[in-house]
């Protein structure tokens, strides 16, 4: 039995089945995430090297190459390129298609930790980093000062407003431009130097044997451990002042007597302005696969809960804000379909002549677009127009020939189940077409492909949904109508 005549023989089990799927669809489209473009992971892995005030050719011969060499084992490896400038490198690792781009990014990570000790000790610890179209920050806001001291609003941005941002689901990197960091100028005395037969290298490894926090073991006591650790890190200026160098004689020598400490702040790598003003710039991503709309909208309520811990005269500006784009983006979207489905039901209209087709086109559109979110929830698509035009196709096409049967005469069932076995055939190739010709792209794989992929699969499920609300959806409402106007003729 097919669909029409199942429809036509048990009409309240398929509208509370379509009903059900309507339900289904809008609890799916509750859950759904909402994000600018479809997440894509290809096998691209970078790494980034900060070797500060090394050459170029320094950073490539002691830091770059032997990154290479390492990452070079690693199993599906492709191309290896990589840049190196003043003071940083970048090394980019493509792999083969195919290649799980996670496992591709742990490999990467591994081979770069095995070399990591070989590396020279000022090279700071390798940043390394996936692919990702939606690595764009979902958020991002300037603080200014009224007095232009960037150094107290560092502090605040590191201690406090960076930690409770990182306390937000789905948020993931934070990156911090323009703020300004303490440092410490030490300035030697060549003639004390030379007093004491000291060197710049043994002051310099004196003070770095020092200035560390050196960890102590654990003390047992009444049943509870406790982690034990020495505090040598530096805190003061008279910490420095006190370092013991050497000996001469009996007596210490302490940096004290051969140089002189002064707090300044170290020169900024990034600077950062708004509006003319220098400012802190702080840019907010999203983990993979988090919802934009989401993350973007409860960053906003964070900044808004930390107005009060503000220091005194500090301004936060909004200067990016994904949430509200992409809001109004979606708007426009809805608007689109909206407009599109009232100019269907009118085209509807003009070629049958008959307001009930058209009533029925009207609750078609809807019902399918709502029992669609589900199966787009399943696979993560999204909405589109194709779902809607193979929906007004296989409606206009049916809805024809059942009125030219009830014109020659016969009942509103036996006109359905006429026009389902006439118009069945082209329905379904027309569907059919759509769907296989959407297949290669859903199915292909390269570069791009899982950016042309959600767009095949929602038009795939779309062209299924609507053909299968057609053949389900036209038989009740017209079975409905007719009998209505049938029942209303015989009063």
Known sequence: MSLPKISISRPVFMTMVLVLLVLLGLVSYQKMDVNEMPDASYPYVSVSVTYEGAQPEQIDEQVVRKIEEAV?????????????????????????????????????????????GDLPDGVKEPVISRFDMNAAPVAAIALTTQ?????????????????????????????????????VELLLSQEKLNEFGLSISEVTQGLQAVNRDIPAGTLDHAGQQTTVRTAGAFR?????????????????????????????????????RYDGEAVIGVEIGKQSGGNAVRVATDVKKTLARLEKELPAGVSVHLVRDDAARITQSMDDVWFDLIVGGFFAVLIVFWFLG????????????????????????????SINTMSLLGLSLSVGLLIDVAQQQLRVGKDCAEALVTAEK??????????????????????????????????????IGGITTSTVLTLVIVPIAYTWIYNWRHIRKEG
């Not at 399918?368 to 929830?377: D, P």
């Open 354 to 381: 008959d307001w009930h087709s058209t009533v029925i086109s009207a609750l078609a559109i809807p019902t399918s677009i709502a029992a669609a979110f589900s199966f787009m929830h399943l696979g993560h698509f």
């Open 147 to 183: 007095d232009g001291d960037l150094r107290e609003l560092s502090q605040f941005v590191n201690d406090t407003l960076k930690p409770q941002l990182q306390k937000v689901a789905g948020v993931g990197q934070i990156q911090v431009s323009g703020q300004t960091t303490r440092e």
């Open 236 to 272: 003061s200026l008279d910490d420095v002042y006190s370092v013991v160098l050497g000996t001469r004689g009996r007596q210490p020598i302490r940096f004290e007597q051969v140089g002189r400490a002064q707090d300044t702040v170290k020169e900024p790598t990034t600077l950062c």
């Open 422 to 459: 006439l118009r069945l055939r082209p329905i379904l190739m027309t569907s059919l077409a759509m769907i296989f010709g959407m297949l290669p792209i859903a199915l292909g794989t390269g570069n791009g492909a899982e950016l042309r992929a959600p767009m095949a699969y929602a038009i």
């Open 72 to 116: 070079s084992e690693a199993k599906g490896v492709r191309h290896i390129t990589s840049t190196s400038t003043e003071g940083s490198a970048d090394i980019g690792i493509e792999f083969k298609i195919g290649i799980d781009p996670s496992k591709a990014a742990q490999d990467v990570r591994d081979k770069v930790s095995a070399v990591r």
